[in-house]
């Protein structure tokens, strides 16, 4: 089977393309064993990318977390399916399925662009204590669930001490969360750490947690309804902006994609 190793701004996947409609495999514990950084490919996620049809351009795409878990959203697995595709096929513009939702990707020269359903936001959610500071998160759900902390310095925090405590806590049972930190970055900019669920690590870049950054922000005015820079750990910012039909509702997220190499599963 071909895979591609693939990254959308340090978020890396094992993506897999060309599969045989019935391949009736089971999916979370080869992502499980393909996502293991030491025994398999190594990767934040599997995902699965079918093609539904060519014009116009639809896909159906599944994605796994590293632990196996289904991800209702990831931006950054939407991101490097729609390049995969613009490579494959020659697609510019492309609907994607995810887990029932349909998503609007553009691939231009230099970054892809998918758009993220906003659904709850809950200022105020959850209180913890964060190097001696009461800190607040607030939840937004972006397509999957994410909660948000405003701090001074996303630098000085544990990201995976503090990210795993909130991500378990009773209060967000049975679902848990993927946990944000964010700090503003200047004009329109802001700078982010993601503790992510069903990775259980920080990881480099989260595309969904990079909207939900936005909302949070937005509202708590730290940046205008426009668009803003999100800078992350992998040193490879994502770009978010809102819809110009639905601004409030749908927000752009974009950034580069990087193939990292193409192989054959043994
Ligand atoms: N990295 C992703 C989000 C992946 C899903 C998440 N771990 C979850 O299960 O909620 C992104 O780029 O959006």
């Not at 409609?21 to 030491?38: I, N, Q, S, T, Y």
């Not at 990767?43 to 289904?70: K, M, Q």
């Not at 931006?75 to 609907?95: K, P």
């Not at 978010?240 to 927000?251: G, I």
Request: aromatic share 6%; with cysteine.
């Amino acid at each position: 089977m071909r895979f591609r190793k693939i990254h959308g701004a340090g978020n890396d996947f094992v993506l897999l393309s060309d599969l045989e409609p019935d391949d009736g495999k089971d999916w979370p514990k080869e992502a499980e064993r393909l996502c293991a950084r030491r025994t398999g490919v190594g990767a934040d996620g599997l995902v699965i990318s079918r093609l539904v049809s060519e014009h116009p351009a639809v896909l159906e795409i599944t994605c796994f977390n590293a632990d196996g878990s289904v991800a209702t959203m990831c931006g950054n697995a939407l991101r490097c399916s729609a390049w995969a595709a613009h490579h494959d096929h020659g697609f510019q513009r492309i609907s994607l399925r995810m887990a029932g939702v349909v998503h609007e990707a553009v691939v231009a020269d230099d970054s892809v662009w998918v758009t993220a359903e906003v659904g709850a936001i809950l200022p105020r959610r959850l209180q913890t204590v964060i190097n001696g500071r009461p800190t607040w998160f607030d939840s937004a759900h972006t397509g999957t669930e994410h909660v948000v902390a405003v701090v001074d310095d996303v630098d000085a925090i544990d990201a995976v001490m503090v990210g795993r405590l909130v991500r378990h806590h009773p209060d967000l049972a049975p679902l848990g969360t993927n946990v944000n930190f964010v700090q503003s970055a200047g004009s329109q900019a802001l700078k982010i750490r993601t503790y992510e669920r069903g990775v259980e690590a920080e990881t480099l870049s989260c595309g969904s947690g990079a909207v939900a950054a936005f909302i949070v922000a937005t509202m708590r005015g730290l940046i205008a309804r426009r668009a803003v820079t999100v800078h992350n750990r992998a040193g490879e910012p994502l770009t978010v902006r809102p819809h110009d039909d639905r601004p409030n509702r749908t927000q752009w997220v974009g950034g580069p994609v990087t193939n990292t190499f193409e192989g054959v599963l043994a």
